[in-house]
Nanobody, 119 residues
Framework: QVQLVESGGGLVQPGGSLRLSCAAS????????MGWYCQAPGKQRELVAF???????NYGDSVKGRFAISRDNTKNTVDLQMTNLQPEDTAVYYC?????????????WGQGTQVTVSS
């Protein structure tokens, strides 16, 4: 069983930066795609960024050029550096680990961390 614990959320002014971190239990980095998703009130959960075990990345259109995902395989962590934050980035951010195996996606989620961008 994979467990994910996020940290680093909080309140920041527009234009500011935050760094989110996700600690994963177990050795999953060689097999799982790691990523971040966000969910604003009244909206569906959407992709922020993910990184494959080989290091390939993909970002949501709204965060390209502002956010950067990274992972440390020795520490079993995946981080999200967020810069130039805007009020529309306000959401709960969830860490995700997933693996496609035997025709099925196995998804794991953290409990979420709140990011609020406001002056």
């Amino acid at each position: 069983q994979v467990q994910l614990v996020e940290s680093g959320g909080g309140l920041v002014q527009p234009g500011g930066s935050l760094r989110l971190s996700c600690a994963a239990s177990g050795s999953i980095y060689s097999t799982h795609i790691m990523g971040w998703y966000c969910q604003a009130p009244g909206k569906q959960r959407e992709l922020v960024a993910f990184m494959t075990p080989s290091g390939s990345t993909n970002y949501g259109d709204s965060v390209k050029g502002r956010f950067a995902i990274s992972r440390d395989n020795t520490k079993n962590t995946v981080d999200l550096q967020m810069t130039n934050l805007q009020p529309e980035d306000t959401a709960v951010y969830y860490c995700n680990a997933k693996r496609y195996r035997a025709g099925v996606w196995n998804n794991y989620w953290g409990q979420g961390t709140q990011v609020t961008v406001s002056s």
